[in-house]
C-alpha cells in the first residue's frame, strides 16, 4: 500500500522552490517604502520636525550631565532638562498641532513639567523666581519688556494665531 518514498534531487529542488515561493514575498513587501516616506513633508511638517529634533538634542545633551558627587543633585541636573525636554515639544504641538485633544494635552504637559522643575530645583536648595506666561497667553506689556527671558531659546509668548 503505502511504499515508503526516498527523497530524490527532484524532490529536494521541489521542496527549495515552494520555500523560495513563500519566503521571497514577505521580504519583498517587507522592503517596500512606507506610505509617511513616500509622501513628501509638507513645510509646516518639515518645520515641526526640525525645531523637534533641536528640541531633543538640547535635551539629550542637557540629560549628559557630570556627576557632582551628589546622587541628589545629579538626579535633579538630569531630569530638569528632560522635563524641559517635554515642556519644548508640548509648546511644538501648541504651535504646529491640530489635535484639540492633544493640544490640551500639551497645555497640561507645560504646566506639571514647570511645576516639577521648580520642584526639583527647591529640593537641591536653588530658588525659583522666574516666571513666564503660558505659552498661549500674550505677555503683559511690562513683564515682556523688563524680565529676564527663562527660555531664550524658545518663543514662549505666542499669540493664539501662532499656536494653530
Known amino acids: 500500500m503505502w511504499r515508503c518514498l526516498r527523497p530524490t534531487p527532484r524532490h529536494a529542488i521541489f521542496a527549495v ?4 515561493a513563500f519566503a521571497i514575498p514577505p521580504l ?5 517604502a512606507h506610505p509617511s516616506h513616500a509622501v513628501a513633508a509638507s513645510t509646516e511638517e518639515r518645520a515641526f520636525l ?5 528640541a ?7 540629560m549628559a550631565a557630570k556627576p ?7 538626579f535633579a541636573a538630569m531630569m530638569i532638562p528632560h522635563h524641559q525636554g517635554a515642556i519644548d515639544m508640548a ?3 501648541l504651535r504646529y498641532g491640530k489635535n484639540e485633544q492633544l ?3 500639551a497645555q497640561e504637559i507645560i504646566v506639571d513639567q514647570l511645576q516639577e522643575i521648580a520642584a526639583m530645583k527647591l529640593a537641591i536648595g536653588e530658588s525659583v523666581t522666574e516666571t513666564a506666561p503660558a505659552p498661549t497667553q500674550p505677555a503683559p ?5 523688563t524680565a529676564p527671558r527663562h527660555h531664550s531659546d524658545m518663543q514662549m509668548n505666542m499669540s493664539p494665531d501662532q499656536m494653530k
Do not use: H, P, Y
Not at 522552490?17 to 523560495?20: A, D, G, K, S
Open 68 to 74: 557632582s558627587g551628589d546622587i541628589d543633585r545629579d
Open 28 to 32: 519583498v513587501f517587507a522592503q517596500e
Open 91 to 93: 509648546v511644538l504641538e
Open 56 to 62: 531633543m538634542t538640547k535635551m539629550m545633551n542637557g
Open 17 to 20: 522552490r515552494v520555500l523560495i
Open 103 to 105: 493640544r490640551r494635552i
Open 141 to 145: 506689556a511690562a513683564a515682556a519688556t
Open 50 to 54: 526640525d525645531e523637534n529634533d533641536a
